[in-house]
């Protein structure tokens, strides 16, 4: 039977396409995410300063891969609309300029993060100058700190190959290989922290490793699926006889790009300046959010893989030409929006227990679960924002993202979380609170923009 178009509901072809993009990204991320909690679990079990300092570092990683992915994504909008038309060399000259990214950013952040790790660190220190709290998670920062370095150039370059192939529709290989790596991820993890096996006990340092084992076997995963599959993929024909990109498309990926790559940029900075805002309360808010990030990091994969799925098939429907297109962004984040809110309530009924299986004060326990029940309510005004920043993109509308994202976190919620922290004495629950609640007003921005319609653009040529 065929629905009523009232604008929010689809029929059933419309949700399996959906699905079928969305599903595998979610598995993948869940189960990353789901890993993830587990090693930090096993990191916090060794002691407090140890968790901090990974946490920490996580923090300037998180900057990293974000980098990562916004240097991916101004190619990945043409990749989309590129593979909307059919055009194959298209899709090969947009992962070529992937590679190029990946092997910059790459070398760029290995550099960086080696040579400046100590004063980067020392950015969410703020206890008393030679305290045996900051020196031992000082130590214990640095040490995985550097030992993670050498998983990060592998990272990009699996990048380059997994969002080309998802952004083909490809969704399922990128799910194995992640899956795969979690996997190698959490025994090297189990084996290396605790000395299991006949190895040393490692402690933080063992984390490290095992990551950089991790990443290593899935971009081996995605290199030999995609060269083994060149059938399915054609792009990959031909793709290393030369790394040359054509001029035309080289100036449209960077003026499309840039905005992207600064956007990620700016906001996963913002991030981490918004930790560091908490963190003048001491070091124990670090621990706090950190479990609280753990567990909602794991919920969030519902609205994280709807707003890849969202770029996917609007990038695929503006590239195809479909009249039908501001329909179906409608509907895609209506089915977000829903699809938090059940996971909303599932999170805020896990808050008052997660944080129990941390070895920490009962302190932190406390505010870790106040701040997932906070991220829990939030959850839908997320996944609007989300969506509305994945459909302007699909746009190719990278400079309004950059101002409708990264802009927003620097003009209102880093300024408005340092005020509360630093000049008042409000408990930092409530100021984490009421920074989230300042997004509201991205989402009102959102809808304005993604109503008028400005996004609906092809910005590929015929092939």
Request: overall charge negative; charged content about 25%; hydrophobic content about 40%.
């Given at each position: 039977m065929k629905v009523k178009s009232w604008g929010l509901i689809g029929p059933r072809d419309f949700y399996i396409r959906l699905l079928t993009i969305a599903l595998p990204i979610m598995v993948k991320q869940g189960i990353t995410s789901f890993v993830n909690?587990?090693?930090?679990i096993m990191v916090g079990r060794i002691s407090t300063p140890a968790m901090s300092g990974v946490a920490i570092v996580n923090q300037l990683i998180f900057v990293y891969n974000l980098i990562i992915f916004g240097g991916m994504a101004g190619a990945g909008i043409f990749t989309a609309q590129y593979y909307g038309q059919r055009d194959d060399k298209g899709v090969m000259h947009t992962f070529r300029f992937k590679l190029w990214v990946s092997l910059?950013?790459?070398?760029?952040?290995?550099?960086?993060?080696?040579?400046?790790?100590?004063?980067?660190?020392?950015?969410?220190?703020?206890?008393?100058?030679?305290?045996v709290l900051l020196a031992s998670t000082l130590r214990e920062a640095d040490r995985y700190l550097v030992l993670i370095l050498f998983g990060l150039i592998p990272f990009a370059l699996a990048q380059a190959y997994a969002s080309t192939l998802s952004e083909c529709g490809d969704t399922f290989v990128p799910m194995a290989a992640g899956i795969a790596a979690v996997l190698v991820n959490l025994a090297g993890n189990y084996i290396l922290i605790f000395g299991k096996a006949g190895f040393p006990a490692l402690g933080t340092g063992g984390a490290a490793i095992a990551t950089g084992i991790s990443r290593g076997a899935e971009l081996l995963i995605l290199i030999f699926y995609t060269h083994a599959h060149s059938g399915r993929h054609p792009f990959i024909k031909g793709a290393f006889k030369s790394m040359?990109?054509?001029?035309?498309?080289?100036?449209?990926?960077?003026?499309?790009?840039?905005?992207l790559l600064v956007n990620e940029a700016m906001w996963s900075m913002g991030m981490s300046a918004l930790i560091r805002n908490y963190s003048l309360r001491g070091l124990e808010v670090v621990a706090a959010l950190n479990i609280s990030t753990t567990i909602s990091n794991v919920f969030n994969i519902v609205f994280i893989a709807l707003g890849s799925a969202i770029a996917i098939i609007i990038g695929q429907e503006l590239g195809a030409g479909n009249a039908?297109?501001?329909?179906d962004a409608s509907r895609l984040t209506f089915f977000a929006v829903a699809c938090c809110v059940i996971s909303g309530a599932c999170l805020f009924a896990a808050a008052p227990f997660f944080p129990q299986i941390y070895?920490?004060?009962?302190?932190?326990?406390?505010?870790?679960a106040r701040f997932i029940m906070i991220s829990a309510a939030a959850m839908p005004m997320y996944a609007y924002e989300n969506s509305t920043y994945f459909i302007l993109r699909a746009g190719g509308k990278t400079l309004i993202t950059f101002l409708f994202d990264a802009c927003f976190v620097w003009a209102v919620s880093i300024p408005l979380s340092y005020v509360l922290s630093r000049f008042t004495l409000l408990p930092v629950p409530l100021v984490y609170a009421m920074v989230q609640s300042a997004e509201i007003f991205k989402c009102l921005l959102g809808f304005v923009l993604v109503r008028k319609g400005i996004w609906i653009n092809r910005i590929t040529s015929e092939p």
């Open positions: 909690m587990l090693d930090n910059l950013l790459g070398i760029s952040g290995t550099c960086l993060l080696y040579f400046m790790r100590e004063p980067l660190i020392m950015l969410y220190l703020h206890e008393e100058e030679g305290s040359k990109i054509p001029a035309g498309l080289l100036k449209g990926i960077l003026s499309k790009g840039a905005p039908d297109v501001r329909k070895n920490t004060e009962e302190s932190v326990r406390q505010a870790a």
